[in-house]
């Protein structure tokens, strides 16, 4: 079966910027260049929140692995946390001297990595919105930075036409792409963390192995790629381009596989949930939309062959460079064990699973509400101070 358009939100004033599911696929994230922040329902009939407080375009979005927090980064300089519920609070921090470009968190929930046009990526702790370190070789804007699945790695893409690979430790620069022959728009991990992909202004897609700092894959296209998001078995890859498609691409095959036709316009961010059953597209035209995926997902254990060269449908040319290694995801069997019972063991393992998540979300819940009670405290304080000043001023003009 092809993807299927499921859902259509309308809502935002202005171009969408990005999007993000959340763990459970019950909620969606959008920002836009009208400032606001959406936070979509995926159930049938109910309401969308509009969270408001950013002074200019939100240009990034992230939920937090648990799902009980959201990421934005803005034109006005800040990023914000907030709690995706219907009072919509937030803390701010002052994150960067331009527009932040991105934001995502480590697979942890602990850390956040920002990407800045004041040409900086900075690392923070999402506890305390405690600022870590810079890293600070990039010569032009910094459009994109993401950790690694593992959170060791760090890679970023800027309008340096280039993409570079940092560990995260080390806090040094590991390796620098330079293939690119325009603008890098978007880039991301493979699932494994053994590639990565990169999204450009020469309408290409690239796949590189960061192990061996190869070219594994080259697609090109007709229009611009301006984002991209994995299919979380590592097999697929979504694109979202200026001439106001969708392509999926399948890595392991290294053609195209679909071209889907939605948006009225450049569509201009693309992200696939979770699980990888949807994806979400957002575009100029000021509409989100969700995808249902429908290509089958159960080959994900198939041993990847090298592929040749080829040209497939819609004239998207793949050059497969080498054998395509990320991502092999070979389902594993457990032994029976006759004196347990199976479907009881796995009632047990969801209830504590669930029993974790629930305990992580109350804990990221916890800290948000802490930070707001810490800014009211500080607000508090300098109205005193403020209060305790004036009074001075009264006292000693009254005895002058």
């Known amino acids: 079966d092809d993807p299927s358009l499921e859902r259509h939100f309308k809502g935002h004033r202005d171009a969408v910027t990005s999007v993000d599911f959340s763990l459970n696929k019950k909620q969606l994230a959008s920002g836009s260049m ?6 979509w329902s995926m159930r049938p009939q109910m309401r969308a929140y509009r969270f408001v407080g950013h002074k200019d375009a939100v240009m990034c979005v992230q939920f937090s692995p648990s799902g009980h927090l959201v990421v934005s980064g803005s034109r006005d300089k800040t ?19 331009g527009t932040v470009r991105s934001v995502h968190f480590s697979s942890d929930g602990q850390s956040l990595v920002t990407a800045s046009d004041d040409k900086t990526i900075k690392v923070w702790t999402v506890h305390r919105q405690k600022f870590l370190f810079s890293l600070s070789q990039h010569i032009n804007w910094v459009r994109c930075a993401k950790f690694s699945p593992d959170g060791r790695l760090i890679v970023s893409a800027s309008d340096d036409k280039t993409v570079k690979l940092w560990d995260k430790t080390s806090r040094e620069c590991i390796h620098s792409f330079c293939e690119h022959g325009g603008f890098v728009n978007h880039v991301d991990f493979h699932p ?25 894959q080259h697609y090109q296209g007709n229009a611009v790629v301006n984002s991209l998001s994995f299919h979380p078995s590592g097999n697929y890859l979504v694109t979202a381009s200026n001439d106001s498609t969708l392509k999926i691409l399948d890595l392991l095959e290294g053609r195209l596989l679909y071209t889907l036709h ?42 990847l062959k090298t592929q040749k060269s080829g040209t497939s449908v819609d004239g998207t040319h793949c050059t497969q460079q080498s054998e395509m290694e990320c991502g092999v995801h070979l389902k594993k069997t457990k032994p029976q064990d006759p004196g347990r019972n199976n479907h009881h063991q796995q009632q047990e393992e969801e209830a504590i699973a669930n029993t974790l998540e629930h305990i992580v979300g109350q804990l990221d819940v916890l800290t948000q509400t802490v930070s707001i009670l810490e800014q009211r405290l500080t607000l508090t304080e300098d109205k005193l101070k403020e209060c305790l000043e004036n009074q001075q001023k009264i006292i000693q003009n009254k005895v002058n």
């Not at 990023?79 to 001297?97: C, D, I, N, Q, Y």
């Not at 696939?272 to 597209?281: K, L, N, P, V």
Request: hydrophobic share 40%.
């Open 34 to 39: 009208d400032s606001c922040l959406m936070i």
């Open 262 to 303: 939605g948006h009225q316009g450049p569509a201009t961010c693309v992200a696939f949930s979770r699980t990888g059953d949807f994806f979400a597209s957002g575009g100029s035209d000021e509409q989100v939309m969700v995808w249902k995926t429908n290509f089958d997902a159960a080959d994900y254990g198939d041993v």
């Open 79 to 97: 990023v914000r946390l907030w709690v995706p519920s219907v009072k919509g609070e937030s803390t701010v921090f002052k994150a960067h001297t």
């Open 192 to 216: 494994s963390g053994t590639c990565i992909a990169a999204a450009g202004t020469d309408n290409t897609v690239k796949v590189w192995d960061v192990r061996m700092n190869r070219l594994l």
